[in-house]
T-cell receptor, first 116, second 114 residues
Framework: GAVVSQHPSWVICKSGTSVKIECRSLDFQATTMFWYRQFPKQSLMLMATSNEGSKATYEQGVEKDKFLINHASLTLSTLTVTSAHPEDSSFYIC????????????FGNGTRLTVT | AQSVAQPEDQVNVAEGNPLTVKCTYSVSGNPYLFWYVQYPNRGLQFLLKYITGDNLVKGSYGFEAEFNKSQTSFHLKKPSALVSDSALYFCAVRVRYNTDKLIFGTGTRLQVFP
């Protein structure tokens, strides 16, 4: 079945540095990918919609200069957390869907970011 | 606005007993509803979806869900729970028919005791 690979699975970084998270669709092409953020014991909050070849669409309240999204190919979207701070520590999950009608979203295994 | 509610933070059930995880929705128009499961430190795995057709939807791992339009509910069910079913379950609704944007419920932690 369709697989979405997310890398790294976890990362620890110092405050002020930037971290890049990759999301790849391994066996299908995805013109659209989604980035979610999940706080401990909470639901997933949609951060942005990543569109191949164009700018991402950010949800209200999400800083686009803070969370840079690049979707340069049909199989890769990246989320860069710039100048990370401890409050950015969270679980970040990407998702993508095959092009077949009514196929479901497939999720990556997530990236746990810890900013010290 | 579209929304889903999962009224129970946690559901406890003994292994072998039937389980139900509740979900109610609020949408304008026809609902597109989903159930996902999340294991610790992992992404979400798709279980099943309702788009149209039969109200009883069968999904992965023996799970099923019943769409009830009059009660605006989409409860997840399984006839006989397994300890390995213990996980976090999310109900979700598609924002519009022509988008993949999903709104998730707050999640229900299912604990199956041996």
């Amino acid at each position: 079945g369709a697989v979405v690979s997310q890398h790294p699975s976890w990362v620890i970084c110092k405050s002020g540095t930037s971290v890049k998270i990759e999301c790849r669709s391994l066996d299908f092409q995805a013109t659209t990918m989604f980035w979610y953020r999940q706080f401990p014991k909470q639901s997933l909050m949609l951060m942005a919609t990543s569109n191949e070849g164009s700018k991402a669409t950010y949800e209200q309240g999400v800083e686009k200069d803070k969370f840079l999204i690049n979707h340069a190919s049909l199989t890769l979207s990246t989320l860069t957390v710039t100048s990370a701070h401890p409050e950015d520590s969270s679980f970040y999950i990407c998702s993508a869907r095959e092009s077949a009608l009514n196929s479901p979203l497939h999720f990556g295994n997530g990236t746990r970011l810890t900013v010290t | 606005a579209q929304s889903v509610a999962q009224p129970e933070d946690q559901v406890n059930v003994a292994e072998g007993n039937p389980l139900t995880v509740k979900c109610t929705y609020s949408v304008s128009g026809n609902p597109y509803l989903f159930w996902y499961v999340q294991y610790p430190n992992r992404g979400l795995q798709f279980l099943l979806k309702y788009i149209t057709g039969d109200n009883l939807v069968k999904g992965s791992y023996g799970f099923e869900a019943e769409f009830n339009k009059s009660q605006t509910s989409f409860h997840l069910k399984k006839p006989s729970a397994l300890v390995s079913d213990s996980a976090l379950y999310f109900c979700a609704v598609r924002v519009r028919y022509n988008t993949d944007k999903l709104i998730f419920g707050t999640g229900t932690r299912l604990q199956v005791f041996p």
